[in-house]
């Protein structure tokens, strides 16, 4: 006996796929992405001292954790692993040490994988791969690695020969346009260990002869990955095209806390800024895409970031013009601080030489590091106080990294559907983790009628105005959202892992 369809429900999914599919032809006709963004990696959400259950509502304090998509990648079985987003594919493991110059060397030799086109990454590329779900700790084996180590290989420092647990950085390609310390010349990197860019110097200080060595990690495909594409749309509002996002020209001016930060965003949605109502503060990477490492103070005499960009400068810690470090949304777990990008100088205090007995302020780790601030509370905490060995310290860490908890905001939305965005009216749809395990949570601005579930064979799961759907029952595979208005009808698929 035939099973009987239900041709209603039937109707109703081939609707769901309809919409589903004209997004995709949107997406491919649009602008290709050549710099696409990954996620975090983050599913957790943050006050300014722990983990909370993630706000749903936007007059929610510390509401637009936005942590973007999420990281995917392939082992390839021969070395070789592909970043199943970017269109990278990385050296697995990093082997030895060695100097910035010998790794250009070392790139143009590697095989890997039958492979002859390597390359030494860019500071964005490498910074593609952090993984902010990670924190560094007094000893190897209590450290959880910013990287995702299901595949790729990573260490710490080697303690036994004197270094630290933080010790194991990774070099980019990318020189700093200026100097640091006490006139170092500096290359940029990323520390897996620590979850920070920085600039490192090329030279072990003080000479300018003994090479510093760093582990690095070889890249290839995508060479257009880093190069944005900056559109001045003549209304206060930037285009990357090479991203798919939009971003304030102008930033908020003044510096705010981190809630403040997030709060800013929903508060210009509420006034329809630039005619758009989906703004959010930007998660780390998104943020970091933004800045010009050709540029700084000591080079251009300017901020880290494409001219196209007004960058309001500042008076900075010791009287200088300098320029300001911006928020994002992404929470920091090694001290529960908020994630900044610096477009000025990164400063620190230091003793230079040593030996000195009193503190310099200078740029120890150059414009375009990321590093993070307290979130809340009083910079002068900061600025005098005692170190377990007694002495007198300025700043925060063994580079005093000068604390200004007010940062400056510069916001961001989506102008593709990759995100959920409509840009017919500018509606949006966002659900995250995805894939999902457990609880799937939704984002959008507009007034949810019904929330309904499908399973790739269209058969409905469940109807709901829940913001918060428990899928921990699903079976593993595709499924369909779709959140409907008097209106609207947007309609975004996850997969259940």
């Given amino acids: 006996m035939k099973k009987k369809i239900n041709t209603n429900s039937l109707q109703e999914f081939i609707k769901i796929i309809t919409v589903f599919f004209i997004s995709l032809i949107v997406i491919t006709n649009a602008n290709a992405q050549t710099y696409k963004i990954v996620g975090t990696g983050v599913t957790n959400c943050y006050n300014n001292t722990t983990v909370i259950a993630c706000p749903t509502n936007t007059t929610d304090a510390f509401y637009g954790q936005f942590q973007g998509i999420t990281p995917s990648y392939q082992n390839n079985n021969n070395g070789t692993i592909t970043d199943l987003n970017t269109g990278l594919m990385w050296v697995k493991d990093r082997g030895v040490k060695m100097s910035w110059d010998s790794a250009f060397i070392m790139a143009s030799q590697c095989i890997l994988g039958g492979y002859n086109d390597w390359r030494f990454p860019t500071i964005k590329e490498l910074y593609s791969l952090i993984n902010f779900n990670g924190r560094s700790a007094p000893t190897s084996a209590a450290c959880i690695a910013y990287i995702d180590t299901t595949y790729f290989g990573w260490k710490?420092?080697?303690?036994?020969?004197g270094e630290r647990v933080?010790?194991?950085?990774?070099w980019s390609a990318n020189q700093y346009k200026g100097l640091t310390m006490a006139g170092d010349t500096t290359v940029f990197g990323v520390n897996f260990v620590d979850g920070r860019i920085k600039g490192y110097p090329k030279y072990v200080p003080p000479t300018t002869v003994t090479k510093q060595k760093m582990y690095v990690r070889f890249v290839r495909g995508n060479t257009s990955y880093g190069?944005?594409?900056?559109?001045?749309?003549?209304?206060?509002?930037?285009?990357?095209?090479?991203?798919?996002?939009?971003?304030?020209?102008?930033?908020?001016?003044q510096g705010m806390n981190w809630q403040s930060a997030l709060a800013y965003a929903q508060t210009m949605n509420a006034q329809n800024y630039l005619g758009h109502n989906d703004w959010r503060l930007p998660h780390a990477k998104e943020l970091q895409s933004l800045l010009d490492y050709s540029r700084s103070l000591d080079a251009t005499n300017s901020a880290a970031i494409d001219p196209i960009f007004n960058c309001t400068a500042i008076t900075d810690e010791g009287g200088n013009t300098n320029y300001p470090f911006y928020w994002s949304s992404t929470t920091h777990l090694d001290n529960m601080g908020g994630v900044y990008v610096a477009f000025g100088e990164a400063l620190g205090y230091m003793k230079m030489p040593p030996t000195a007995t009193y503190y310099t302020l200078v740029d120890v780790h150059g414009a375009g590091a990321q590093r993070s601030d307290p979130k809340s509370g009083s910079i002068y905490s900061y600025y005098l106080g005692l170190n377990q060995a007694g002495d007198s310290v300025y700043g925060r860490g063994p580079q005093g990294d000068v604390q200004r908890i007010n940062n400056f905001v510069r916001l961001v939305r989506d102008v593709n559907n990759s995100s959920g965005i409509n840009e017919t009216n500018n509606n949006y749809l966002n659900i995250y983790p995805n894939p999902v395990k457990e609880n799937l949570n939704i984002q959008t601005n507009i007034p949810i009628k019904e929330i309904v579930l499908y399973d790739i064979t269209g058969k409905l799961l469940c109807a709901t105005k829940n913001k918060t759907i428990d899928c921990s029952k699903f079976a593993k595979g595709v499924y369909f959202i779709k959140v409907s208005s008097d209106k609207d009808i947007l309609v975004k698929k996850f997969i259940k892992e």
């Fill in 156 to 161: 710490t420092g080697d303690t036994t020969l």
């Fill in 166 to 170: 933080i010790d194991a950085q990774d």
């Fill in 227 to 253: 190069i944005n594409n900056f559109v001045d749309n003549s209304d206060s509002t930037i285009t990357d095209n090479a991203t798919g996002l939009m971003w304030m020209k102008y930033d908020s001016k």
